[in-house]
């Protein structure tokens, strides 16, 4: 189990809503002290590229379902997205093809294995299991409308771009390495195609792919974006229409059960929010109707989840009220309303 350094901080009970403004405030830049000289972990080194990532930077943000956002550290640093795009993808797709197709034919149970498990395929006769693996993510992107690979891809950008609220480019350098180094995505999509379970050319979909890992955010853009899941689909800060809120609501849950790959009980168990992280260090945990946590700090753990993201998250969820989970009695409450 991940030391989350929460053991002495007392969990709040949520009350529908945020701490007052000056109290977040407060609270954000506590928490980025805590966790600022923590060390633990390392960056990912399996994509070239983000060997190169500078260790130390770390950065906070949170912004709420009113737009309003506290931005700690490096909060405004790029990073290439990775991993953290296949919540917002399968939100994009989900919304194209509905609730019944898209359960069915990617799924939302939990592997229990790595984020690029071949064996998780194997054991499912196919099934992707869940768009949080690689699997479920080539297969969830190759689902996106459009006649050609650039159609999907301009949509896949704009749809990522209106939740961050501004454009999002890509990291040339990141989706090079990756292109160059990503055999074993390849392997996935040309496993999935062999099993029927892929409609498009293997190669396109790992492009497609690819190049959705690398576009670039910071902490405060995966805050922003994942307040937008938070406030029903609805970006706080632009105030357009992303997706539905039945879509913003299936995300979450696919996030609870496996945004932190084979840790995501774990997550769930100290920071009691859906999450998701990605292997450059970005991280990003959505309180439903509050607002969400983005962070940034490259140090990974074993399963490719930010040491310091997960810790700061923890002591965010405890001190802001956060966990879904956590309740107290309606006779005590109604003791201290009097
Ligand atoms: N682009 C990375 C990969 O496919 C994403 C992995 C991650 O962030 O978990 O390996």
Redesign the pocket.
Known sequence: MLDTHTAAVEQRVSTGSLPGWQDVDALVRDAYERERDDRAGDV?R??PSLATAVPDQFGVAVVDVMGGAHDVGDAWTLF?I???S?AFVYALVADEVGHDAIGERIGVNNTGLG??SVMAIELNEGHPMNPMV?AG?IATTALIPGATAEEKWSRLAAALSAFAGRHLAIDEAVYAS?SQS?D??RAIARLLLSYGRLDDDPAEAVDL??RQ??LLVSAHDLAVMGATLADGGVNPVSGEQVVSGQVSRDTLAVLAASGL?EHSGEWLFEIGVPGK????GGLVAIAPGKGAIGTFSPRLDAA?NSVRGQRTAAHLSRVLGLNIFASRSAGDAAVEDV
Do not use: L
């Open positions: 990912a399996y994509i290439s990775q991993s953290i296949k984020f690029n690689n993510a990756e990503n074993r995505n792919y690819t890992c690398s790959y992280s990605g292997v450059s490719g």
